[in-house]
């Protein structure tokens, strides 16, 4: 016999709850649980049902869920999926602070909805492809934010010199790092010879050798 998929659908939409659960119901690998009882709120903290996926159309539910969260039938956390969502990078990316795995915008459709709560059920992730570019783009910039200190903190470079050294690695002359950050040829220099001092190296072609390897130890 097939296990299915049980699903709790917590919105103060009802017709958002009703329109979802019909399409699951006519699945048969799902099944629907009641997921506002009689007289409670669509966010209340008591439920009997054991889900394996919750759904919900409000980020701000899940958060007020966060006290006594969900769990499956093995113990281990529901999964999470949002739907009906605006595309919007800050809250997406606060979703997915609260272990949100599935995030489907407002103009998906009842396919994509069905296809985001089985992929959820396999512990995958699932976002539109804009989106999970944002979240590379976020990771990357907290690694570089990150790497950047680092340097900083180890060969007490200003923010100014640190500024430089991508554009050093980028093989930029001296006058181009300047109209890149408009400021003077010889500005430039000066900032080059301080670094070339500080990280003890003879070149400027070390400057970036050095920093790629602390990028890469991180």
Not at 37 to 50: L, M, N, R, V
Not at 128 to 138: C, W
Not at 196 to 204: G, Y
Request: glycine share 6%; with cysteine.
């Amino acid at each position: 016999m097939e296990t299915k998929i049980s699903v709790l659908i917590l919105s103060g939409n009802r017709i958002l709850r009703e329109s979802i659960a019909r399409v699951l119901r006519n699945k048969r690998d799902f099944e629907v649980l009641d997921g506002e009882p009689p007289g409670s709120s669509p966010c209340a903290s008591h439920f009997h049902a054991a889900p394996d996926i919750w759904v919900s159309d409000s980020l701000e539910c899940f958060i007020d869920k966060l006290q006594h969260p969900f769990e499956r039938k093995d113990g281990q956390p529901a999964g999470r999926v949002l739907v009906a969502m605006q595309d919007d990078a800050k809250q997406f990316l606060k979703a997915v602070s609260y272990g949100v795995l599935g995030y489907v915008l407002q103009e998906a459709s009842a396919t994509d909805v069905v296809a985001a709560i089985r992929g959820v059920a396999r512990r995958e992730a699932v976002c539109p492809a804009r989106l999970a570019r944002v979240l590379f783009d976020y990771v990357a910039s907290h690694r570089n934010s990150a790497h950047s200190m680092r340097v900083r903190k180890q060969y007490r470079l200003t923010r100014r010199e640190q500024q430089l050294i991508p554009l050093v690695g980028r093989g930029l002359t001296n006058k181009e790092i300047g109209a890149e950050l408009n400021v003077s040829e010889q500005t430039v220099k000066s900032h080059i010879h301080r670094i070339l001092r500080k990280m003890d190296v003879e070149d400027r072609f070390a400057i970036s050798a050095a920093c790629q390897t602390e990028q890469i130890g991180l």
